[in-house]
């Protein structure tokens, strides 16, 4: 199975600043797709970002973005600008193209924004 | 958007009762659902992928006797807590899947029952 692996439990950030969350993979699977989730204290699930592991292009929206590196196996998240609403677990995810199309949670890292 | 509609949000029960959790999809069909059981402050541990109209797939182990699924129809899956127990109490969260989506959209999470067994 593929295993995500998240080794920042927690990360803080001054308001405004920019944070960049890692996320490394072991995957034998030479096409996937890459999430990042966030789950603030309500606990609801929010898509963050994507990416197709396909596309050299390094996917981005607004405020976030992703450096993926397919050969390290590499899949890090900037926040810019951050706000005081970005504070929460974030979540690295590995969907497999398998049957079944499961997911695969890193361990999270909790983010705290800091006024 | 899409949504996944997860009842109840919250349940409290004396151990030995069975729980069950109903998960929809409201607005699009889902062949495909995910149960997922988060402990405090840890990741999301995926249980069971629930298939329509067949036995769900259970990850190596989660006790099938003990988590009873069912997905009976494209809107609805259903995870039974049998005969819970204190250790049971946890965060479950279903996912489900767009019949019609490509692979790289993510899963409709619901918002996830809380079960405390007392």
């Known amino acids: 199975a593929q295993t995500v692996t998240q080794s920042q439990p927690e990360m803080s950030v001054q308001e405004a600043e920019t944070v960049t969350l890692s996320c490394t993979y072991d995957t034998s699977e030479s096409d996937y797709y890459l999430f990042w989730y966030k789950q603030p204290p309500s606990r609801q699930m929010i898509l963050v970002i994507r990416?197709?592991?396909?596309?050299?292009q390094n996917a981005t929206e607004n405020r976030f973005s992703v450096n993926f590196q397919k050969a390290a196996k590499s899949f890090s998240l900037k926040i810019s600008d951050s706000q005081l609403g970005d504070a929460a677990m974030y979540f690295c995810?590995?969907?497999?193209?398998?049957?079944?199309?499961?997911?695969?949670f890193g361990t999270g890292t909790s983010l705290t924004v800091i006024p | 958007g899409a949504v996944v509609s997860q009842h109840p949000s919250w349940v409290i029960c004396k151990s030995g009762t069975s729980v069950k959790i109903e998960c929809r999809s409201l607005?699009?069909?889902?062949?495909?659902m995910f149960w997922y059981r988060q402990f405090p402050k840890q990741s999301l541990m995926l249980m069971a992928t629930?298939?329509?109209?067949?036995?769900?797939?259970?990850e190596q182990g989660v006790e099938k006797d003990k988590f009873l699924i069912n997905h009976a129809s494209l809107t609805l899956s259903t995870l039974t807590v049998t005969s819970a127990h204190p250790e049971d109490s946890s965060f479950y969260i279903c996912s489900a899947r767009d019949r019609r989506g490509q692979y790289n959209q993510p899963q409709h999470f619901g918002d996830g029952t809380r079960l405390s067994i007392l």
């Open positions: 629930s298939n329509e109209g067949s036995k769900a797939t259970y």
């Open positions: 995810a590995y969907r497999t193209l398998n049957t079944g199309n499961q997911f695969y």
């Open positions: 607005d699009f069909q889902a062949t495909t």
């Open positions: 990416q197709e592991a396909y596309k050299q």
